[in-house]
C-alpha cells in the first residue's frame, strides 16, 4: 500500500477525533442557575478541549513529518499505526471525563491520571512506531537525511518521560497535571521557532 | 510540510464541524405536545444551524482562497490555523446553546453573545492568520499578485467590526443578532456576484 | 477554485453525513424488555437507516456525475451546493424522528411528511444547481458531451415528481411512504443496469 | 466514475465510523460509585471498542488491497460497496449495545450474537464484491496479477466461516464470542508477518 493512502487515512481519523472533542461539552439546561453562571461554571471543559485540540494538533504535525520519511509501510507498521490512533481517537473519553470530575468532584485525581495515562500511551505507541521505522532495513525512504533523522529522533525522546512526570503531577494537583500537557503542547508547537 | 496537506487537514476540520451541527438538533418525544407542534416549535434550532451552516461554510471558501497564495507554512501559521481551527470546531456548542436559548428563555442574551463572541474570535484568528502571511517575508507563493492580495486585505477588513456589531446586537435583541449573522454570511456569499 | 476542492468538500460532507447515521439509532436500556425483543422493536430505526443510507449514496453518485462536467465554479454554484449540502447534513435528523415515531405514535405522519420533505427540497436543490450550470454560459467542461448532459438532465426530471409522490404517500401511509423512498433508491442505484 | 474517487469515500466512511466509535463509551456520572471503580467498572466498553476498532482497520487494509486491483466500477461494484459501507458504518451501534450489556446482564446472548451477526453479514458483502469484481470481466485492471488475485481469494476465504464461526461462540459464551473478533483481527493484521 502506497505511504500516501495510510497518511491520508490517519489524517482523517486525527481530523475527526479532534473535531468530536466539541461534542462532549455539555449544554447547560435551560432550568438551573443562569446560563451565564452555568457557562462559566463548566470552564474546565474548555480547558479540557483546548488543552486536547492543541495535543491531538501537535500529534498531527508530529505524525506528518514521521510518514514524510516513510518510503515503504510494512505490516507492523500498519499495525503499530492503527494502535496509535486507536488511542488518538479514544482522546475525547478522557477529555470529557476531566471536563465532568476536575475542580468539580473528589474525583478528579482519578480523572487526571485517565487522561494523563492515555497522552502516555499515546506518546508511548509514537515512539515505538518511529523507532521501528527507523531501526528496520528499507523502510525510510532512500533519499532520507540521516541528520533530519536523528533530529526527529532526538525531538521526540522527551516525549514520554515529560508526558509520564505531567501524569504523575496529577497525584499532587489534578488542574495543574492537566494545565502542564497544554504547555507541552504548547511549547511544542512554538519551540521551531527558536531555530 | 507541504500547505497542501495543511490544506487538506483543515478542510476535513471544517466539514467534519459542518456537519456535526445537526447532531445538536433534539428530537421530540414522543410523550410531549403533538409532533407537528414540537417541531415548529423549535425553530431556533433550525435558524441557528442554517446560520452556522452558511458561515462555516463562507469561513471555508475564504480559508481556500487564503491559503491558494500560501507557498510555504512555518510554525507560526501551523499554531494560528490550529487556532482558527480550534474556534470552527468549537461552533457546535454554542449553536446547541442558542437553539436551546433564544426565544426560549430570558437567558437568550447570554447564548446571542456567546455565539456571537465565537464568530468574533474566529474573525480574528483569520485576519490575524492573513496579516501574518502576507507580513512575514517568504510565506507567500512567489508569483501571488499583489493586487489580488491587496483585494483579499480588503474584503477581510469589514469582518471583525462586523462581527462586532452583530454581537453587540445581542444586548438589545438576541434574535436579531443570530439573523443578523445569517444575513452577513449571505452578503459575503452573494456579494462577488455584483462583480 | 478549482472544482476538485468544491467536490473533495462535498464528498467529505455526504461521507460524514451518512455515517453519523448511525449516532440516531437508541442504545436499548438493561432496565425493561429483554434485548432481544427491544433490538426487534426499533425496526423503523434500521429501516430509516437503510433508507436513508441509500438515498443519500445516491445523492453522492449522482453529485459525482455532475460535478465531472463542471469546468469552473462561480459563486452560485457555491451557494446552491452549500445550500444542497446544507439539506444532506440534516438527513441525520428526520431519519432519527422517523425511527422514533413511525408505527410507534399517532404523530407517525408528521414524521414521514418532514422525512419526505427533506429529501424534496434536497432533490430540488439539486436540480436547481444543475439547471443553472448547463444554462449559465462558461461553467461546463469545454468537452463536455451535450448528448450526455440531456441524458443526466433527463435522469433527473423525475426526481422532484417522485420524491414529492412519495411524501403525498406519507398522508396515506407514512411507513409507505418510507419504503417508497427507499424503493426510488433502489431503482435509481441499479437502473444502469438496464442498459 | 474513477475508481480512486470510489476509494476516497470508502476511506472516507470507514475513518468516520472508527472514530465515532468513542462516541458510545459512557462518561461515568458524578452521583455513583468512586470514578476509578465506575472506569474499571466498564470494561466491556474498552474491549468492544479494541474489538471493533481493530476488525475495522482490518477492513480498510482489505478495502484498499481489493480496490487496487480494480480498473473500472460499474453500478453493481457502487451498490454492493455501499451496502457494505452500511455496515461498516453500523458498526458503533452493535459496539454500543455489547459494551452495555456484555457481563452485566443476562441479555448478553443476545448483544453478541448481534455483534457478530453484523461482522458476518459485512464479511458476506465483503466476498460478495470480490467474487462479483473477479468474475465480471472488463472490470479487474488490465495489468492485474493472476497469483495475486487468487492469493487475494484464499486469504478471504475463510472470513465468512471464521465470522460465523465466532458468531455461534456467541451461544456459549458471549465474552468468549467477543474475544474471538479481536483474536481474528489480530490474526489477520499480523498474519502478513510470516510471510
Chains 1, 2, 3, 4 share one sequence.
Do not use: C
Request: glycine residues 6%; proline residues 6%.
Amino acid at each position: 500500500m502506497p505511504t500516501s493512502r495510510l497518511e491520508a487515512f490517519s489524517d482523517g481519523v486525527i481530523a475527526i477525533a479532534i473535531t468530536l472533542l466539541v461534542l462532549e461539552i455539555k449544554i447547560p439546561s435551560r432550568e438551573g442557575a443562569s446560563l451565564a453562571h452555568a457557562l462559566l461554571d463548566q470552564w474546565p471543559a474548555y480547558l479540557s478541549y483546548a488543552v486536547s485540540f492543541l495535543t491531538v494538533g501537535i500529534i498531527w504535525v508530529n505524525h506528518h513529518s514521521m510518514f514524510s520519511h516513510l518510503g515503504r509501510a510494512d505490516p507492523v507498521v500498519h499495525f503499530l499505526n492503527l494502535g496509535l490512533l486507536m488511542t488518538i481517537a479514544f482522546v475525547p473519553f478522557p477529555t470529557a471525563v476531566v471536563a465532568e470530575f476536575i475542580e468539580r468532584s473528589s474525583d478528579e485525581r482519578a480523572a487526571a491520571v485517565l487522561y494523563g495515562a492515555l497522552f502516555t500511551l499515546m506518546a508511548v505507541f509514537f515512539n515505538v512506531l518511529w523507532q521501528y521505522m527507523i531501526r528496520k532495513p528499507g523502510l525510510l525512504r532512500a533519499d532520507a537525511d540521516p541528520r533530519q533523522i536523528e533530529a526527529i529522533s532526538r525531538s521526540y525522546r522527551p516525549g514520554i518521560p515529560l508526558y509520564g512526570l505531567a501524569t504523575t503531577v496529577a497525584f499532587l494537583s489534578p488542574i495543574a497535571s492537566v494545565a502542564l500537557f497544554g504547555a507541552i503542547a504548547l511549547f511544542y508547537m512554538l519551540s521551531p521557532l527558536r531555530r
